[in-house]
């Protein structure tokens, strides 16, 4: 369990928890806390494990939810020593009652479906099936990265899933992995046992901010009022409009090639995978003294290009431990972006397949849904008869040495922050 809890982040909840049981930091406040919410409390839920009790009655947990989140183990369960050693014996005591004692796989009928009081609350018949839930990126992940890709010319295709990655690109980016056995890979969480595919291991890599971090080098730039207003009169988004702009000024350049001395490493909000480093901050080099639309393209674009730089990151580093990988499925907000797309092609070198339906959270829910009424009898089949594609991306080979280059100076960068932190840690 060590292993595959390397790393762990204030996100999971077993740091929270320890938070609202401590009595010893913060004496006032945490006291405050102990007896307002660890005392009073009835359960601890992950998100989609309350909205299930609230639809059903039933506090069953998600197999996803636990072992990705809470540090259940799919072959042992929970594991009393860890939580002793903690200092959360109280979970133990109560055998786990406040935390989970009755899991369920994703996909897997939760008691007898929705409730009366939760029907009427809906507008749906009492009764109709309720699944146990997935986290909303691993969601993302079933809903396209089982699609039948027979006829489009993929090198997935006649291949299992294990080849494939599914990336769910919004405020921040989630990269999931499968394997037939369990690969542990420096900086990316798992591996987890049947936490998104029944019968596979999950690797979770992950940017934490990519969506966040475009609108907030695109709004903080100077010419961004500039941008707003003729976005507005050309009646499109902020984004198309840039995306225009970038194809008048490239020239006879392709557009990726305009950042041939700009480069941005993309850790404003420090590193989740695969470096897991926190205190890392966000770089530009190659800034001038202009002020003007052009330059906001041109930082948008490499701000864009170091975000696939790191997904690139992560896939080198998930593959040199033992996966591999030949195809990108994207779903989510920035996978409308079409530039956001074409830069991970070329970036990476491997196809991108995006869904036909781009909510693919909902499609991964729905998964779930039909194989709680009974419609499909696995997983599997459900993935493969819902996940459509939309349409495939592929990468521009002739750009590689490019990239190639890029991504060598992208490595630098975070080589020379360290440098320069070690050498003021000297001061």
């Known amino acids: 369990m060590l292993a595959v809890l390397e790393g762990l ?99 897997e009928p939760v008691g007898k479906g929705l409730t009366p009081e939760a029907a ?50 919004g405020t921040s980016s989630c990269h999931m992995g499968v394997s037939e056995t369990p690969i ?12 998104m595919v029944p019968g596979l291991w999950l690797n979770e890599g992950g940017q934490s901010a990519t969506g966040k971090l ?29 995306n225009s702009h970038l194809d008048l000024i490239k020239k006879s350049l392709p557009v990726g090639f305009l950042t041939v001395d ?10 989740r995978s695969p470096l897991t480093d926190l205190t890392l901050k966000g770089m530009v080099v ?18 864009i290009q170091a975000i696939a730089l790191g997904t690139r ?12 990988i030949n195809t990108l499925f994207l779903c989510g907000g920035l996978s409308k972006n079409p530039l956001f797309v074409q830069m991970h092609a070329d970036i990476t070198g491997k196809p991108v397949v995006l869904s036909k339906e781009v909510e693919s959270v909902l499609v991964g829910a729905a998964i779930l849904g039909a194989c709680a009424s009974g419609d499909f009898g696995s997983i599997q089949e459900a993935m493969a008869k819902m996940g459509k594609i939309g349409r495939v991306v592929q990468p521009n080979h002739e750009h590689k040495r490019f990239y190639d ?20 840690n000297s001061f």
Request: aromatic share 10%.
């Open 313 to 324: 990151h992560i896939l080198e580093t998930m593959q040199a431990a033992g996966h591999h």
């Open 120 to 169: 009427k609350d809906l507008g749906l018949p009492e009764g109709i099936a309720v699944a146990a839930s997935l986290i909303d990126a691993h969601a993302g992940g079933l809903g396209v990265i089982g699609a039948d890709v027979t006829g489009h010319n993929l090198p997935c295709e006649n291949q299992p899933i294990t080849s494939r990655v599914a990336m769910i690109c």
């Open 262 to 271: 700009l480069h941005v490493w993309p850790d404003f909000h420090g590193n």
């Open 405 to 424: 280059k890029k991504y060598e100076v992208f490595l630098k960068l975070v080589e020379h922050q360290r440098e320069y932190r070690s050498i003021m």
């Open 286 to 303: 190659g800034l001038t003294l202009s002020r003007g639309l052009d330059e906001l393209a041109l930082i948008y674009l490499a701000t």
């Open 184 to 195: 542990f890979v420096p900086g990316v969480w798992g591996p987890y046992f049947s936490a």
């Open 214 to 242: 475009i609108d907030h080098v695109v709004r903080g730039h100077v010419a961004f009022p500039e941008l707003q207003s003729k976005a507005a009169a050309s009646a499109c988004s902020i984004y198309t409009y840039l």
């Open 9 to 107: 982040v204030l996100m999971l909840h077993v740091p929270l928890l320890l938070w609202i049981n401590s009595s010893n930091l913060w004496q006032s406040t945490v006291k405050n806390l102990h007896e307002s919410c660890w005392e009073k409390a009835g359960y601890f839920f992950d998100l989609p494990d309350f909205l299930s009790w609230k639809a059903t009655g039933v506090t069953a947990r998600s197999l996803c939810t636990v072992v990705c989140k809470w540090t259940y183990t799919s072959d042992g369960g929970w594991d009393d020593s860890f939580w002793k050693m903690i200092g959360l014996e109280d979970v133990v005591k109560d055998k786990y009652e406040k935390i989970g004692n009755h899991v369920l796989s994703p996909g």
